[in-house]
């Protein structure tokens, strides 16, 4: 399993707020809902958001449990987020939907916006094919893998409704 | 050599005891769903195929965050949850006027009772904590699955004990002593914990307060706040539940990952500024900033006490011409309370606005949204940039206290100085 994208970095405390503004929570596509994504900090996000790594600091997610803020991020084409640590329920929501989430704690100063990443969610191994350096992220958990391979926990429930 | 979380987890789970850090699955108690999160956990229901929810009696759906519906998109999010109601006949069900801000009527109603294990579709869920239940936020997706299993796969989640002695000074309040928590522990200086609250003050403190504490486990990343349920507790259950409860009690040795020793008697009025839940200071030191709105509702401020606590400074008194006041409260049954109490008359004589239970302004989603450049201090539980409206807006958050009298002022005010007429 492994992804290739470029890198868009934020600091510290990316809230949910931030990802998508409570205004938007009335809103039901998920194609509308991407519009609005990072737009409470970053309203340039759309125009790099395709095949993105969003790198960031600590406790990214924080905030709501609403689970619009990953998929906002998904739809709009954003491949992954790595950051040195997640608030709980945006972490559980990311995986849940099928958006890759990995902790690594120094990969925020080895990149630069727009370089290009490769993550192997399999081993936590992330190389920078720009400056051509790597490092490690957390490897995730056996069945947080699973559900990420099946496409997120909507497909295991299809498949154990029984 | 239990805390009260892994009591009540390892109750959940059938499991003689757990260990923090271990994954576990416990039997749900009671789920509530939102109309911002629940049209999303319906769709996934219909989605993957399910037919009938897991028990329709521990399902609560609540329309809380636009209501009455203020545009086209809110109403069709609240018709979605009625037909779902309807069809799968859940017996709670609180549309347009029949409850409230979800937080308030969970407890307030009845579904929550010590030692259950409660999700809800909204990171405020940890506010259940406050009558001795573990109760946190989910997905949606993860709440389909809740609403065809009633289960749900748990890691439990290490401790952090917070004891606290003394009395507060007047005027000083439960959110005041939250903030310094904050303070101390930083936004994410709880994340994945359990925080539990626990001393003299937490004894003599009402539920609202409990309420209050617990409902902003989630502003320092905290997965529960908790406090155990006692004679207080079993008090306000009489008539909203019946027992047999299970009331968990933390162990003399049992196991902190830390504690933090807190005294309330010299602790002043503080005040959250812009744009983090932890840049918390004296409001002493940040008195004078011209407020354009004051903010006294939500799940975190909006009940009784915080409104017998505005009215006492609000009254014969009247809003500043430099700023507007708008009052919420939680709830349709705290409404009532407040107008037979003369409360409301108390509200609408010093000028306020008084809107009909919602969350309203507190997400910047109806009801007193602000505009760029404008400056709020709100009784809620977040200062984001953009939160309660204009991401060029700032807001301030603190007691309802500190709200009332900054109210009167127009400007930012330490409520321990006031002395009414
Ligand atoms: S009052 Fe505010 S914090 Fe509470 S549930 Fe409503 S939007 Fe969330």
């Known amino acids: 399993m492994k992804i290739l994208g470029k890198v868009v970095k934020y600091g510290d405390n990316i809230n949910t707020d931030y990802i998508i503004p409570g205004r938007y929570m009335v809103l039901t596509d998920p194609k509308e809902l991407a519009k609005h994504a990072m737009e409470g900090i970053d309203p340039s996000f759309i125009e790099k958001s395709k095949d993105a790594i969003i790198v960031a600091g600590k406790n990214f997610g924080c905030g709501s449990s609403r689970e619009q803020a990953p998929i906002s991020l998904k739809y709009s ?86 | 050599m239990a805390n009260i979380i892994e009591k009540i987890l390892s109750r959940a789970s059938g499991k003689k005891e757990v260990t923090p850090g271990e994954i576990i699955e416990a039997d749900i108690d009671c789920a509530m769903v939102n109309e911002i999160t629940g049209h999303l956990t319906i769709k996934y229901f219909h989605e993957v195929g399910a037919k009938e929810v897991w028990n329709k009696d521990r399902i609560v759906m609540v329309l809380d965050h636009t209501i009455p519906a203020a545009s086209v998109e809110a109403a069709e999010l609240h018709k979605i949850m009625r037909e779902f109601a309807r069809e799968q006949k859940i017996k709670y069900f609180y549309d347009v006027g029949r409850g409230g801000i979800s937080h308030q009527i969970m407890i307030e109603k009845g579904h929550v009772k010590p030692g259950d294990v409660v999700v809800g579709a909204d990171s405020h869920t940890c506010t259940y904590g406050a009558i001795g239940a573990f109760s946190t936020g989910i997905g949606s997706t993860e709440m389909a699955a809740v609403f065809m299993t009633g289960r749900l796969w748990f890691k439990v989640p290490k401790a952090i004990e917070i004891k606290v002695n003394g009395n507060f000074r007047k005027f000083v309040t439960p959110k005041d002593l939250f903030l310094k928590v904050a303070k101390i522990l930083g936004v994410s200086g709880a994340n994945y914990r359990g925080l539990e609250f626990k001393g003299s003050t937490i004894k003599d403190m009402s539920i609202a307060g409990r309420m209050t504490i617990c409902n902003m486990a989630i502003e320092v990343g905290g997965k529960a706040g908790i406090v155990e349920a006692d004679e207080k507790t079993l008090e306000y259950l009489k008539g909203r539940v019946n027992g047999p409860f299970f009331i968990a009690k933390s162990d003399q040795d049992a196991e902190y990952e830390k504690t933090l020793e807190l005294n309330a008697d010299d602790l002043p009025p503080l005040v959250s500024c812009p744009d ?122 603190a007691s309802p206290a500190t709200a009332a009298v900054s109210a009167i002022k127009g400007r930012i005010t330490d409520p321990t100085s006031f002395k009414g007429d």
Do not use: W
Request: proline share 3%; hydrophobic share 40%; net charge positive.
């Open chain 1, 77 to 162: 084409g954003t491949k992954a987020v790595v950051a040195k640590s997640f608030a709980r329920i945006f972490y559980r929501n990311a995986i849940n939907i099928g958006l890759p989430v990995l902790e690594c704690e120094d990969l925020l100063d080895m990149v630069k916006d727009g370089d290009q990443l490769m993550l192997d969610l399999r081993n936590g191994k992330i190389k920078n094919l720009t400056s051509n350096k790597s490092t490690q992220a957390q490897p995730l958990p056996e069945f947080i893998l699973d559900l990420i391979k099946i496409g997120g926990l909507l497909n295991k429930l299809k498949r154990t409704k029984g």
């Open chain 2, 276 to 397: 983090a839940v932890d840049n918390v200071k004296p409001v002493s030191e940040v008195e004078g900033v011209e407020l354009d709105q004051v903010f006294i509702g939500s799940c975190t401020n909006g009940r009784m006490e915080d409104l017998r606590l505005t009215a006492e400074i609000l009254k014969g008194n009247k809003v500043s011409d430099k700023t507007r006041l708008l009052i919420i409260p939680a709830s349709q049954d705290v409404f009532l309370d407040a107008l037979k109490e003369g409360l409301i008359e108390i509200f609408l004589l010093s000028g306020a606005t008084v809107a009909n239970p919602t969350c309203g302004a507190c997400y910047g989603g109806h009801l007193g949204v602000l505009a760029s450049g404008e400056v709020c201090l709100s009784t809620t539980n977040r200062n984001f940039i953009g939160r309660m409206g204009s991401t060029k807006s700032k807001v301030y958050l």
